[in-house]
């Protein structure tokens, strides 16, 4: 977690792939799992720990399929 949001605020950005990308060289993909879908996805456990330490200054932005800083003009939603 504390990784992720040091690339937050060095790049103002974390893209999903960033992140899969980190856990597979830097932990040897053991954060990482795959989906029904066949796509490789974050472990829950770290993903909720993320999310509960930047519950109230990230979102996740879907069209950019990263998470990013909140702005002024973001809905309340954590998903954007």
Do not use: M, P
């Amino acid at each position: 977690t504390k990784r992720f949001i040091e690339h937050l605020n060095v790049f103002q950005i974390l893209n999903h792939e960033e992140v899969i990308g980190i856990l597979c060289i830097e932990y040897d993909g053991e954060f990482v799992n795959v989906n029904a879908q066949g796509n490789q996805v974050i472990d829950r456990t770290l993903l909720k720990a993320f999310k509960d330490a930047t519950e109230t200054t990230v979102v996740w932005d879907k069209s950019e399929k990263a998470w990013r800083f909140r702005e002024e003009y973001d809905s309340t939603s954590r998903s954007q």
